[in-house]
């Protein structure tokens, strides 16, 4: 069976996680669960014949930290995993070999990995509309090679293994919300780090909020955003360096070079 554990706050990854699983060959039967939902995080035992497919997002070029702090959940016993970062277009830098590293020590072999870039949750004007048809494909197409009993991919992985994933200390940008809030709490029961109170609905507690964007997605009155004169010149500023669409990155190969 393929067990499917990803985060995905605002559905980006959740959209590439679905793409890959409908290419893997001959695969009928997949668990979906997404750590945004602590219902979701629950222990995992796998055997040899299950697949895991691990997605992330990148957040300061590792996974988000809540995240990394779950991994002890799953349990494999050399069981074959596909590993996806999936970025905001800037960079991947060291969350590949941080899956792999992480995975490796809780019985999983790498067998597959993709860096996949999508709309950037935080500037969503960088890479906007991603992933469209054309990364879903690719994922699907790189889906179809996936050979559980192929060698392990870890020793082609780029990034620094010996990186210290503590250095983000998080984004300055946290979401509020307007006057258009209802006070419905859909924010409260979404946050997947609790950092937003019955009480004081409008803002986050900055020194838990991830930024993870859930909360801003989730609300019925458009209520969340991001907001200050700081954040635009900030996403100005981000959009100008990172503007340009950055291709997809295949472990083993690339997608294009293998039809
Ligand atoms: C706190 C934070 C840090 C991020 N850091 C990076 C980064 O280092 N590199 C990058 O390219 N994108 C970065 N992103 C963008 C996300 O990786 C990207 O938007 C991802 O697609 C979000 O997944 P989701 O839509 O499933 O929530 C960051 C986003 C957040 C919220």
């Known amino acids: 069976m393929v067990h499917c554990v990803y985060f995905s706050a605002c559905g980006t ?140 991919v870890s020793s082609m992985l780029p990034g620094d293994r010996s990186a210290d994933p503590s250095v983000f200390r998080g984004t300055p940008f946290h979401p509020e919300a307007d006057e258009s809030c209802t006070g419905c709490m859909r924010c409260v029961s979404v946050c997947p780090v609790s950092a937003i109170s019955r009480e004081n609905v409008r803002t986050s507690y900055k020194a838990v909020c991830i930024s993870c964007g859930r909360c801003i997605v989730s609300c019925p009155a458009g209520a969340r955003g991001y907001r200050g004169e700081e954040y635009r010149q900030s996403g100005e500023v981000f959009l100008k360096k990172n503007g340009e669409r950055k291709e997809n990155v295949f472990f083993p190969a690339a997608v294009q070079d293998r039809r």
């Open 13 to 152: 990854v959740s959209s590439y996680v679905h793409a890959y699983v409908s290419g893997l060959p001959g695969q009928t039967d997949a668990r979906f669960l997404n750590w945004a939902g602590r219902e979701d995080r629950i222990p995992l035992e796998l055997g040899h014949d299950d697949i895991l497919v691990f997605a992330m997002p990148v957040y300061g070029g590792f996974i988000p930290s809540f995240c990394a702090a779950l991994v002890p959940l799953l349990h494999g016993s050399s069981t074959p995993a596909a590993v996806l970062a999936v970025y905001g277009n800037r960079h991947y830098d060291n969350a590949l070999v941080q899956m792999d590293e992480l995975l490796a020590r809780q019985g999983f072999e790498t067998k597959a990995a993709a860096a996949l870039s999508a709309r950037h949750s935080i500037f969503p004007s960088v890479a906007s509309g991603r992933p469209d048809d054309k990364d879903r494909e690719e994922a699907r197409q790189f889906a179809s090679m996936f050979d559980p009993q192929g060698k392990s």
